[in-house]
C-alpha cells in the first residue's frame, strides 16, 4: 500500500531529481541531431561550393587510398578514394544531396495524401471512412520495402522511381493517425460553431480541422525523415535506386562490399553518415513531439 | 405587434436508432417575434437543443431527421431547403450560441479571424471594410478596447470574454434570430446576471428575435418575453411570462416554477416532481405527464390532451382545463 505522503512525494522528486547533469545530456539529444541536419541541409545545398572534386570524376592511379588519418593516406583526399579512385567526400555529399531530396519529396507526397485521406476519413465518417480505413489496412500489411523494389525493378531505376517507391504505401501511417484527431475535432464545439455559422463542409475540412492537425503531422514528417532515408539507402544499395554514376548513400555502401578487407573505409564513411542522419531525424522528432504533445508518447 | 420572426408549426424530428424511432420532436409549434425573446423551458432529454438544432438543419445525419412540420422563416419555409441555401441562412439570418461557448472558439485562430470569418463569408464587403465591421460587433457585445481584442487568441482571454467573443460572432452579420442554447449554465450568478442584460441591451439595439433555450424558470423571469413549456417532445404550455408565473395552468409548469429554489421561503424543503420522464421509445398512451402528474384522471392516461386557448396567447395542452 502507498500511502498518501509518499504518492505527493513522487511528483516533487522527480522535478527536482533531475541533476544539472541530466539536463543537459536532455538538451544535447536536440542540440546535437538538429546541428547534424542543419548541416545536412547546408551541405546538400552548397554542394559543389563545398565538395574538393567531382563525384564521378575517377583517379585510376589512386585507388583504393585510405583517409588522411591514416598509414598511406594524403591530404588530397581527406575521407580516402573508392575502387575506382573517387573522392569519397565529394561523393558522400552529392550523395547526401539525393539522399536528403528523395526522403523530403516522398515525406511531402506522403504527408499531403496521408492528410487528405485522414482528414475526410475522419471528418465525412461512415462509408468513406471505413472505405479509406481498409485502404490503409491494406497499405499498412503489404511490406512496403517489397512493394517499392518490385515497382523500381518494374519502371526501371530513376529519381522519380525511387520517390515514388517510397511514397505509394507510406501515406498510411498519416491518414491513420490524421483521421483519429479529425475524428476528435469532428464533434468539438468549434467545428460545431463553424457550421452554426454556415461554414461548408470543405471549408471546415480546411480552416478548421487542418490548422488543428498540423502539430500532428509535423511530428510524424520528422519522425520520417530517418526511416526514409534508410529506405533510400536500402534501395541504392540493393542496385535499384538511383542509378550509378550518381552517388548516394546506400549505393555507396555496396559499392565497398566487396573491398571490405583491404579498404573498409569505402563502405563505412557512408555507412556512419546514413546512421547519423537517422538517428538525427528521430531524436529530432521525438523531441518536437515530447514539447509540443506528449500525449502522442504512444506512436 | 412586430412582424412574426419565426414560426415553427407542428415540427416533428425523430431520431432512427436500433432501438426503433425516437421521437425526440413530436409536433412542436411556437412563433418568435422581432425584438422578442421567447424561451424554451423543460427537463434534460425533453427536446430542447433538439428543436434548436432542427430549425439550424444541423441534426446529426443520418440519424436525425425531421420528419414532419413547417419551419416558417419571414415567408420561406426551411425544412425543404436545399443544403447549400440553408447554408446561407446559418449565421446570416439565424444564429446560435452553443450550450459550452467556452469552448466554441478554434485554439488556433485570432479573435478578429473568427468573427471574420463569418463577415466574409455572408457579406459581400470589401477587405478594408472587414475590420470596422468585426470592430463594432466587438462593441455590440460591450467588449472593452476591440481593436487590441482581435489580436488576441482564445487561450488569452477568460471565461466571460470567451462569451461576449462567441456572442459577437453570433451577431456579426446582425442576424434577424438568435438562438441561445443553455449559454448561461456554465457561469456563476453574477457573470450570468451581466450576460442577460447585456442579451438585453443588444435586443434594443438589432430588434433581434431570441429563442433562449434553458432548464432555469430564475433565467426565464428574468430574460423573456414569452415562455414555452417543454416535457418530452411536446410543448406543453405555451404563455407571456408574467402570466405563466401568476396562473400556470398545466400541473408540469406550477410544478416546475415550485421547485425553483426562493429566497422569500424560507424553512421549507424544495418541492420536487417525483419520478422520471417517459422513455421516448415508449411513450404512455395518453398524456405524457400523467404517470407523474398528482391530479392525473383516467381520461388523462387514455386520450392526448388537446391544446386549448385560454386567451391572451395563452395556450395550454391538459384535460383538467375546459
Redesign the interface.
Known amino acids: 500500500m502507498t500511502t498518501l505522503g509518499e504518492v505527493r512525494a513522487k511528483p516533487a522528486k522527480r522535478i527536482s531529481g533531475l541533476s544539472r547533469g541530466a539536463r543537459i545530456v536532455r538538451s544535447l539529444t536536440f542540440f546535437v541531431p538538429m546541428v547534424i541536419m542543419l548541416g545536412l541541409v547546408f551541405i546538400t545545398l552548397f554542394a559543389p561550393l563545398i565538395a574538393p572534386y567531382d563525384p564521378i570524376e575517377q583517379h585510376m592511379l589512386e585507388r583504393r587510398l585510405p583517409p588522411s588519418f591514416f598509414e598511406g593516406g594524403t591530404t588530397k583526399y581527406i575521407l580516402g578514394t573508392d575502387h575506382l579512385g573517387r573522392d569519397i567526400l565529394s561523393r558522400m555529399i552529392y550523395g547526401g544531396r539525393v539522399s536528403l531530396s528523395v526522403s523530403l519529396l516522398a515525406i511531402m507526397i506522403t504527408a499531403g495524401i496521408g492528410t487528405v485521406m485522414g482528414i475526410a476519413s475522419g471528418y465525412i465518417g461512415g462509408r468513406t471512412d471505413g472505405f479509406l480505413m481498409r485502404l490503409t489496412d491494406i497499405a499498412m500489411s503489404f511490406p512496403g520495402l517489397l512493394i517499392a523494389m518490385l515497382l523500381s525493378v518494374g519502371v526501371g531505376p530513376g529519381f522519380w522511381t525511387v520517390v515514388f517507391a517510397l511514397s505509394i504505401l507510406g501515406w498510411a501511417g498519416y491518414s491513420r493517425m490524421i483521421r483519429g484527431e479529425a475524428l476528435r475535432l469532428r464533434n468539438s464545439d468549434f467545428v460545431m460553431q463553424a457550421r452554426v455559422n454556415g461554414v461548408s463542409n470543405i471549408g471546415i475540412m480546411f480552416k478548421h480541422i487542418f490548422p488543428n492537425v498540423v502539430n500532428t503531422l509535423i511530428i510524424i514528417m520528422t519522425l520520417q525523415i530517418g526511416m526514409m532515408i534508410l529506405a533510400e539507402s536500402a534501395l541504392s544499395y540493393l542496385g535499384i535506386g538511383i542509378p550509378a554514376p550518381t552517388p548516394s548513400w546506400g549505393s555507396m555502401v555496396s559499392d565497398g562490399r566487396n573491398d571490405l578487407d583491404r579498404a573498409w573505409w569505402i563502405s563505412t564513411f557512408p555507412g556512419i553518415a546514413i546512421g547519423l542522419v537517422v538517428l538525427s531525424g528521430n531524436f529530432l522528432g521525438d523531441w518536437i513531439r515530447d514539447k509540443t504533445d506528449p500525449r502522442l508518447r504512444r506512436l | 405587434m412586430s412582424e412574426i420572426v419565426l414560426q415553427v408549426e407542428n415540427l416533428h424530428t425523430s431520431f432512427f436508432t436500433r432501438g426503433g424511432e425516437v421521437k425526440a420532436v413530436d409536433g412542436v409549434s411556437f412563433f418568435v417575434r422581432e425584438s422578442e425573446t421567447f424561451g424554451i423551458v423543460g427537463e434534460s432529454g425533453c427536446g430542447k437543443s433538439v428543436t434548436a438544432l432542427s430549425i439550424?438543419r444541423?441534426l446529426q445525419e443520418?440519424g436525425g431527421r425531421i420528419t414532419g412540420g413547417k419551419i416558417i422563416m419571414e415567408g420561406t419555409d426551411l425544412v425543404p431547403l436545399s443544403k447549400k441555401k440553408m447554408?446561407?441562412?446559418?449565421?446570416?439570418m439565424i444564429?446560435?450560441i452553443?450550450q459550452?461557448?467556452m469552448?466554441?472558439?478554434?485554439?488556433?485562430?485570432t479573435v478578429g479571424n473568427q468573427i471574420g470569418?463569418?463577415i466574409r463569408?455572408?457579406q459581400a464587403l470589401p477587405d478594408n471594410m472587414v475590420e470596422p465591421a468585426i470592430i463594432e460587433s466587438l462593441r455590440l457585445l460591450k467588449i472593452p478596447t476591440p481593436e487590441t481584442m482581435l489580436g488576441n487568441y482564445p487561450f488569452q482571454l477568460s471565461g466571460g470574454m470567451r462569451q461576449r467573443v462567441?456572442g459577437a460572432?453570433?451577431m456579426s452579420c446582425r442576424p434577424r434570430l438568435l438562438i441561445a442554447d443553455e449559454p448561461t449554465t456554465a457561469l456563476d450568478a453574477t457573470i450570468q446576471a451581466q450576460y442577460i442584460a447585456l442579451f438585453e441591451d443588444i435586443q434594443k439595439k438589432t430588434n433581434v428575435a431570441i429563442i433562449f433555450i434553458t432548464h432555469d424558470f430564475g433565467v426565464v423571469a428574468k430574460m423573456c418575453h414569452r415562455v414555452g413549456v417543454m416535457y418530452a417532445g411536446k410543448i406543453v404550455e405555451t404563455a407571456p411570462t408574467r402570466e405563466i408565473f401568476k396562473a400556470p395552468q398545466h400541473p408540469y409548469t406550477s410544478a416546475l416554477i415550485n421547485s425553483v429554489p426562493r429566497l422569500d421561503r424560507k424553512d421549507e424543503r424544495l418541492f420536487s416532481i417525483e419520478g422520471q420522464p417517459p422513455s421516448l421509445l415508449n411513450l404512455p398512451p395518453g398524456c405524457r405527464f400523467a404517470p407523474r402528474c398528482t391530479v392525473a384522471r383516467d381520461t388523462c392516461r387514455q386520450q392526448e390532451p388537446p391544446e386549448v386557448n385560454v386567451g391572451n396567447e395563452h395556450t395550454v395542452s391538459c384535460w383538467r382545463v375546459k
Open positions: 439550424m444541423l443520418p447554408r446561407a441562412y446559418r449565421g446570416r444564429s446560435m452553443l459550452d461557448p469552448s466554441s472558439l478554434n485554439p488556433v485562430y470569418e463569418s463569408l455572408h462567441v460572432i453570433a
